[in-house]
């Protein structure tokens, strides 16, 4: 992409069909609310220029403080400007009201003319990030974008009377959801001469088509949506998520093995201990840490450690593998997981492990921001047997249990 990301989550309708009093949006789910949840997934996605909340008058705060209240969205606000707006009396209102003032941000932008709007309804918080890197890579190809899923029961046009006025094609037919993309200056001006027809439209792809003149006549393109990706209507809809696979659990584990030689210090978990002999290795070579990195990347499957820092690449040249791991954990936790627990074994004849074990797992613990009863190492000889047994080497296991909401 050329020119910048925006993204307006409309929370400004009323929420009456919930029954409930309370406006949808702010409602508990998973790690925070609904709002935040929707949210979170976008940031995980893409860094926005500027993400816009359309809410009621006078709701900013409120909605403000339904983001702020989960954990795992507040350290993804770094990669958008968090805006809010009072919606209008209908959706359409309420996307115009937004896509003015994003408008005005971006006549000061370079490549203003490539610039993209996400708009998404935040009743949607089960978008998957799937979806919205679809719909974003659909969209800068072709100008605009929408996911859509084909519908399960067979579609029929009815007439006023009651009675089957046309059989449809179901294959010819889709469900649009929500994210929308669209290059932002044309979907405005679209808005804009819509605002003086007096015709109220179901969703920002009719209006887009509704004025081919500023869209040069470009079509919307259909991506695949995802029928998860269920907007929040009603109570039973947000109780019975919940009840779904709260959470999506992944083993992982990892291993590394090397060799000692005199001449290199000795680290362990982040920990530098004395000993004669050292690991030989491209980094500073704590295969403790290695094989936790490992386990983390394979859980999350996301690579592993050879592949984030590649041994030739002579800047990886004694690294510090605190950092390492810390590198490797911040993206793991940016993709939405959690940790569990780590367990690990450490293969070693000497040093002796046991009088450094607490300092070790208070190590692993500091690096990846966790309590330290969350992780637990343990340590075994060879016997005297084999590579590590006769001192020649040191070789260590880590299990990791990572979950996400």
Known sequence: ????????????????????????????????????????????????????????????????????????????????????????????????????????????????????????DAARPFVSQEVIRDTVETAAKYGAAVP?????????????????????????LCAVQTPQAFLLEPLFLCHQDAAGMGK?????????????????????RVCKGDAANKKITFLQDIENKSQENKYMIRIGFGTDLHRLVKGRSFFLGGVKIPCELGEEAHSDGDVLLHAITDALLGAAAM???????????????????????ATVWKDIREQGWCLNNLDCVVETEKPKFLPWREKVIESIAAILGVESSRVFVKAKTNEKLDSVGQCQAIKAYSTCLLYKE
């Not at 004025?211 to 079509?219: E, I, L, S, V, Y």
């Not at 690579?303 to 791991?325: R, T, V």
Request: aromatic share 8%.
């Open 200 to 220: 109220e439209y179901t969703d920002d792809s009719e209006i887009w088509d509704a004025f081919p003149a500023h869209t040069g006549g470009k079509k919307i």
């Open 1 to 120: 992409m050329n020119g910048k990301l925006f993204l307006v989550l409309l929370a400004a309708g009323s929420s009456s069909r919930m029954g409930t009093g309370k406006k949808k949006e702010y409602m508990e789910l998973g790690s925070g609310t609904v709002l935040s949840t929707a949210l979170k997934n976008f940031l995980r996605s893409f860094a926005f220029e500027t993400t816009l909340v359309v809410t009621p008058q006078g709701q900013a705060e409120s909605a403000l403080s339904a983001i702020e209240c989960d954990k795992e969205t507040v350290p993804l606000l770094e990669k958008t400007k968090l805006e809010f707006i009072a919606g209008g009396a209908t959706r359409q209102e309420s996307v115009f009201n937004a896509l003015t003032f994003l408008h005005k941000k971006n006549l000061l932008l370079k490549d203003k003319d490539q610039s993209l709007v996400l708009i998404h």
């Open 148 to 172: 859509a899923i084909p519908p399960v029961d067979t579609q029929k046009e009815m007439d006023a009377d009651g009675t089957i006025k046309k059989h449809l094609v179901r294959s010819e």
């Open 303 to 325: 690579g592993d450690i050879g592949s984030y820092f590649p041994p030739e690449d002579a800047k990886w040249k004694d690294a510090d593998s605190k950092m390492l791991l």
